[in-house]
């Protein structure tokens, strides 16, 4: 496991970073461990708040750098990269401004002289992957040091340079040492931190293989664990949505960060042959007119994936799709040009054995059905294993938010294609993990909420 940086959108080689050690790990872990012990929990919330209010100042103050790195490093359009680095800035804010409330002591109705305490648990190991490399450790990292606990963040490794500025912004801020930790570390060595003591919960972002091994290891030791493992989300266009409007959408919520977002838009399921048709010609017809380029230009809707490895399971995948008896309407292929590129692809006649019905695609693959009936459209986006997010499409919002009860999970957005934000709470049901971040609820997943009672 090697973290280096390599321009997705040339494949060229940047810079190198060395794995850290055993003992180096080690050290690190010991510094956040009798940082919370002997400093960090004990400080008033008020002054964590100051502290990283003013992490959040600097990230302000550098914005173009960090965006610029986000693009460098992952193939980020830079525009999106702006987008991801002001929604970061939107968490700290918002946290900033309602944390103290959140952890506030909660009396208890029933028992006026009882209350329910909000304490932190200590170390909090996160794993986090490269697709939105600030946004993934903010959901994690700025609730919880706010809250007293302390953090190490093991990065994905082909975004190096991202996680030393994001750390770095912890340190500017003249926050302790221990209470922010980048890690360049194995897989193994993560695992020996899982089965630490000290380590009191773990949060991870990654592939539902990656979340069941963290989620066996950690149950192992008692740690409380979040998973966010993805998931194929589905966009159901019911019969009295706009077509025109829902292609639009559906071409951004699947190309999207180069459709490599674990809440992008992976399956439209229309009601209505005849609708279903129109559609998936809409549709044709707008993946055909995508500008793939380099994701500096500002012309440019979509962008390299963020590695070769990304781009060549995917092409596995499209292969994999055929061979099962997939028809693929468009795209499909490498882009002949320097650094990791796939067309922008379209597969209808996806059997129930077709290994694309049950997959998530990471990237810029979009699955099609037709149905004749709602209930079909739901059965349909329910007989997966992932449970992340969903989409509905329909004028009729009260109708489509009575649909958005029946479908499996964690999340739901009517008539968008997404619409993250601080105060939304992230996460999804069945093998896409459990848990949230972001919210009252993500401030909360690694708090003890302990019950003090005075006895009359």
């Given at each position: 496991?090697?973290?280096?940086?390599?321009?997705?959108?040339?494949?060229?080689?940047?810079?190198?970073?060395?794995?850290?050690?055993?003992?180096?790990?080690?050290e690190l872990l010991h510094t956040a461990h009798t940082s919370?012990?002997?400093?960090?929990?004990?400080?008033?919330?008020?002054?964590?708040?100051?502290?990283?209010?003013?992490?959040?100042?600097?990230?302000?103050?550098?914005?173009?750098?960090?965006?610029?790195?986000?693009?460098?490093?992952?193939?980020?359009?830079?525009?999106?990269?702006?987008?991801?680095?002001?929604?970061?800035?939107?968490?700290?804010?918002?946290?900033?401004?309602?944390?103290?409330?959140?952890?506030?002591?909660?009396?208890?109705?029933?028992?006026?002289?009882?209350?329910?305490?909000?304490?932190?648990?200590?170390?909090?190991?996160?794993?986090?992957?490269?697709?939105?490399?600030?946004?993934?450790?903010?959901?994690?990292?700025?609730?919880?040091?706010?809250?007293?606990?302390?953090?190490?963040?093991?990065?994905?490794?082909?975004v190096p340079q991202c996680a030393l500025a994001f750390a770095?912004?912890?340190?500017?801020?003249?926050?302790?040492?221990?209470?922010?930790?980048?890690?360049?570390?194995?897989?193994?060595?993560?695992?020996?931190?899982?089965?630490?003591?000290?380590?009191?919960?773990?949060?991870?972002?990654?592939?539902?293989?990656?979340?069941?091994?963290?989620?066996?290891?950690?149950?192992?030791?008692?740690?409380?664990?979040?998973?966010?493992?993805?998931?194929?989300?589905?966009?159901?266009?019911?019969?009295?949505?706009?077509?025109?409007?829902?292609?639009?959408?559906?071409?951004?919520?699947?190309?999207?960060?180069?459709?490599?977002?674990c809440v992008n838009i992976k399956r439209v399921i229309v009601?209505?042959?005849?609708?279903?048709?129109?559609?998936?010609?809409?549709?044709?017809?707008?993946?055909?007119?995508?500008?793939?380029?380099?994701?500096?230009?500002?012309?440019?809707?979509?962008?390299?994936?963020?590695?070769?490895?990304?781009?060549?399971?995917?092409?596995?995948?499209?292969?994999?799709?055929?061979?099962?008896?997939?028809?693929?309407?468009?795209?499909?292929?490498?882009?002949?040009?320097?650094?990791?590129?796939?067309?922008?692809?379209?597969?209808?006649?996806?059997?129930?054995?077709?290994?694309?019905?049950?997959?998530?695609?990471?990237?810029?693959?979009?699955?099609?059905?037709?149905?004749?009936?709602?209930?079909?459209?739901?059965?349909?986006?329910?007989?997966?294993?992932?449970?992340?997010?969903?989409?509905?499409?329909?004028?009729?919002?009260?109708?489509?938010?009575?649909?958005?009860?029946?479908?499996?999970?964690?999340?739901?957005?009517?008539?968008?294609?997404?619409?993250?934000?601080?105060?939304?709470?992230?996460?999804?049901?069945?093998?896409?993990?459990?848990?949230?971040?972001?919210?009252?609820?993500?401030?909360?997943?690694?708090?003890?909420?302990?019950?003090?009672?005075?006895?009359?």
């Amino acid at each position: 496991m090697k973290f280096h940086t390599i321009n997705p959108a040339t494949g060229e080689f940047i810079k190198e970073f060395p794995n850290q050690t055993d003992t180096e790990v080690s050290e690190l872990l010991h510094t956040a461990h009798t940082s919370f012990q002997q400093d960090w929990k004990w400080r008033p919330i008020s002054e964590r708040i100051s502290m990283v209010k003013k992490a959040g100042a600097i990230l302000k103050e550098k914005r173009d750098y960090f965006a610029q790195l986000a693009t460098l490093e992952m193939g980020k359009i830079s525009r999106f990269s702006y987008l991801e680095v002001d929604l970061v800035v939107g968490i700290f804010d918002y946290y900033i401004a309602n944390a103290e409330k959140m952890l506030a002591p909660k009396k208890i109705e029933e028992e006026k002289d009882a209350a329910i305490l909000s304490e932190p648990l200590g170390v909090i190991l996160a794993i986090e992957p490269w697709n939105f490399p600030y946004y993934q450790l903010a959901r994690v990292a700025i609730p919880q040091i706010i809250a007293g606990n302390v953090v190490l963040i093991k990065h994905a490794e082909n975004v190096p340079q991202c996680a030393l500025a994001f750390a770095e912004l912890f340190k500017e801020a003249g926050i302790p040492d221990g209470v922010y930790t980048n890690l360049f570390c194995s897989i193994e060595q993560v695992g020996q931190l899982i089965d630490d003591f000290r380590v009191r919960g773990v949060a991870l972002t990654g592939s539902e293989r990656a979340g069941i091994s963290v989620g066996e290891r950690a149950g192992r030791n008692l740690k409380k664990v979040i998973l966010e493992l993805g998931g194929s989300d589905p966009a159901l266009i019911l019969k009295g949505a706009s077509l025109d409007y829902a292609a639009e959408q559906i071409v951004m919520g699947r190309t999207y960060n180069s459709g490599q977002g674990c809440v992008n838009i992976k399956r439209v399921i229309v009601v209505g042959q005849e609708r279903g048709q129109k559609m998936l010609e809409l549709l044709k017809e707008r993946f055909a007119k995508i500008k793939v380029g380099d994701p500096n230009d500002e012309s440019t809707a979509l962008g390299p994936l963020a590695s070769e490895r990304a781009l060549n399971g995917l092409l596995k995948q499209i292969e994999d799709a055929e061979l099962a008896g997939g028809s693929l309407v468009i795209g499909g292929k490498r882009i002949n040009r320097p650094g990791f590129y796939l067309e922008p692809t379209i597969f209808t006649n996806i059997s129930k054995d077709n290994p694309l019905y049950k997959q998530e695609a990471f990237g810029p693959v979009l699955s099609f059905y037709v149905v004749d009936t709602e209930e079909q459209a739901i059965n349909l986006a329910n007989d997966i294993d992932y449970g992340l997010g969903s989409y509905i499409f329909d004028e009729d919002t009260e109708h489509a938010k009575h649909m958005a009860t029946k479908i499996e999970s964690g999340m739901v957005y009517i008539n968008s294609c997404f619409s993250d934000a601080p105060y939304l709470p992230f996460g999804g049901i069945k093998n896409s993990g459990f848990g949230r971040e972001l919210s009252e609820l993500g401030i909360g997943e690694f708090i003890n909420r302990k019950m003090v009672r005075v006895a009359e």
